[in-house]
């Protein structure tokens, strides 16, 4: 049989035929798949480099959209604090309300008064002191925390309220180190022994005897529970392993006309509520809680020279404002509250009354509270003392 035609690649240069084209059909030639292998690499080459033209396209707007982000960002955060450095510079444009969380008449009360007085002298708006009393000041506290964070609303804490509450109560309706932003300590109150002069006790050593004679028979009075008047005279007992039974008052003040009557007979005072009676004879001061003996009543002993030694106890009282209350806003009360607390007039005041002024910084004071808290809370701790 003749051969049949030849295959059309017979015909093409650079081909050859197999050996069996007849039965395989037809290859290229070795220099032929040496070009299509060279095609092929020109293309791969071709489709890298357009890959990699088009990633640094990418970047470069991945790039130039970044900084464009971090240009806005920059933006905005100078609007922000030219936005809060301005209102530190408007501040106050209103009234400032002073929560105090006990009754009116006590040295809580004195201390937020004082401190607004002087504010309004200052900055003009005249300021608003609002009593919200309850649960050993955890009402008042409450609210004061739930207020807005725009300096507006302040709150006149004490050691109960800032300190130890947190302890005594099973549930809080705050957290007491996360929820305030300290502004600075105000003053510490010396607290002053005083009892009633019907009772048979002219100092601390026959005190503790009088009343290891007649266990839970004599009442002291307190502030609250949780007050610094309560926990001083549980620190007292625990020191010297003697009973007496507690009354806990809405505020100081309201326990001064009981410990006058004789209806209570014991109180560690604060020493501004008490020391006019104890110059009229009405109460006997019998002993200082503080470290030293106070100008205020420089003859009369402390606790710790009595006997019980190491004994030291004070009432405090500080300004707070709500957490996340802008740091500028804080920072001017804080500086015109210390230099309130600097100047001749008040240091004079409160040292006629018995109050230590304590400036602190914004820094001192948050650390004044932590070691107070830590200082309380393990004695409460060790007492198993508990309000509810």
């Given at each position: 049989?003749?051969?049949?035609?030849?295959?059309?690649?017979?015909?093409?240069?650079?081909?050859?035929?197999?050996?069996?084209?007849?039965?395989?059909?037809?290859?290229?030639?070795?220099?032929?798949?040496?070009?299509?292998?060279?095609?092929?690499?020109?293309?791969?080459?071709?489709?890298?480099?357009?890959?990699?033209?088009?990633?640094?396209?990418?970047?470069?707007?991945?790039?130039?959209?970044?900084?464009?982000?971090?240009?806005?960002?920059?933006?905005a955060?100078a609007?922000?604090?030219?936005?809060?450095?301005?209102?530190?510079?408007?501040?106050?444009?209103?009234?400032?309300?002073?929560?105090?969380p006990?009754?009116?008449?006590?040295?809580?009360?004195?201390?937020?008064?004082?401190?607004?007085?002087?504010?309004?002298?200052?900055?003009?708006?005249?300021?608003?002191?609002?009593?919200?009393?309850?649960?050993?000041?955890?009402?008042?506290?409450?609210?004061?925390?739930?207020?807005?964070?725009?300096?507006?609303?302040?709150?006149?804490?004490?050691?109960?309220?800032?300190?130890?509450?947190?302890?005594?109560?099973?549930?809080?309706?705050?957290?007491?180190?996360?929820?305030?932003?300290?502004?600075?300590?105000?003053?510490?109150?010396g607290?002053?022994?005083?009892?009633?002069?019907?009772?048979?006790?002219?100092?601390?050593?026959?005190?503790?005897?009088?009343?290891?004679?007649?266990?839970?028979?004599?009442?002291?009075?307190?502030?609250?529970?949780?007050?610094?008047?309560?926990?001083?005279?549980?620190?007292?007992?625990?020191?010297?392993?003697?009973?007496?039974?507690?009354?806990?008052?809405?505020?100081?003040?309201?326990?001064?006309?009981?410990?006058?009557?004789?209806?209570?007979?014991?109180?560690?005072?604060?020493?501004?509520?008490v020391l006019?009676?104890?110059?009229?004879?009405?109460?006997?001061?019998?002993?200082?809680?503080?470290?030293?003996?106070?100008?205020?009543?420089?003859?009369?002993?402390?606790?710790?020279?009595?006997?019980?030694?190491?004994?030291?106890?004070?009432?405090?009282?500080?300004?707070?404002?709500?957490?996340?209350?802008?740091?500028?806003?804080?920072?001017?009360?804080?500086?015109?509250?210390?230099?309130?607390?600097?100047?001749?007039?008040?240091n004079?005041?409160?040292?006629?009354?018995?109050?230590?002024?304590?400036p602190?910084?914004?820094?001192?004071?948050?650390?004044?509270?932590?070691?107070?808290?830590?200082?309380?809370?393990?004695?409460?701790?060790?007492?198993?003392?508990?309000?509810d």
């Amino acid at each position: 049989m003749p051969p049949g035609p030849l295959p059309p690649c017979a015909s093409r240069p650079g081909t050859t035929m197999c050996a069996s084209f007849l039965s395989r059909g037809c290859r290229p030639s070795y220099a032929n798949r040496a070009l299509s292998s060279t095609a092929r690499t020109n293309q791969k080459t071709k489709f890298i480099g357009r890959k990699r033209m088009l990633t640094k396209k990418v970047m470069l707007k991945k790039s130039r959209l970044n900084a464009w982000l971090h240009s806005i960002a920059a933006m905005a955060g100078a609007v922000l604090l030219a936005g809060t450095a301005l209102a530190a510079d408007t501040y106050p444009s209103g009234p400032i309300k002073i929560i105090v969380p006990f009754a009116a008449g006590g040295s809580n009360d004195a201390m937020a008064r004082l401190i607004g007085r002087e504010l309004s002298k200052r900055w003009g708006p005249e300021n608003i002191v609002e009593n919200i009393t309850g649960a050993g000041g955890n009402v008042g506290a409450a609210a004061a925390a739930r207020a807005a964070p725009d300096g507006y609303t302040l709150i006149a804490g004490s050691i109960g309220t800032h300190a130890v509450n947190q302890y005594l109560y099973s549930t809080m309706p705050y957290d007491t180190m996360k929820d305030f932003a300290p502004i600075s300590l105000i003053a510490e109150v010396g607290l002053l022994v005083v009892v009633h002069p019907s009772l048979p006790v002219h100092n601390i050593r026959e005190l503790i005897d009088y009343a290891k004679a007649h266990p839970d028979e004599l009442n002291f009075a307190s502030g609250g529970v949780g007050a610094s008047q309560h926990l001083a005279a549980e620190l007292f007992m625990h020191m010297t392993g003697t009973k007496m039974t507690h009354v806990p008052y809405r505020g100081s003040a309201g326990s001064i006309s009981d410990l006058l009557s004789g209806r209570v007979q014991v109180m560690f005072a604060d020493m501004p509520l008490v020391l006019e009676h104890v110059h009229a004879g009405a109460l006997r001061a019998i002993a200082f809680a503080g470290d030293h003996r106070s100008p205020a009543t420089p003859d009369v002993p402390t606790v710790d020279e009595s006997g019980v030694k190491g004994f030291r106890a004070s009432a405090w009282y500080g300004l707070f404002a709500p957490a996340r209350t802008p740091p500028e806003v804080t920072s001017k009360l804080n500086e015109t509250v210390v230099s309130i607390l600097k100047s001749p007039d008040v240091n004079e005041y409160l040292m006629k009354l018995g109050a230590e002024p304590r400036p602190m910084t914004i820094a001192e004071f948050t650390e004044f509270q932590k070691n107070e808290s830590e200082r309380w809370g393990n004695l409460i701790k060790t007492i198993g003392l508990k309000v509810d």
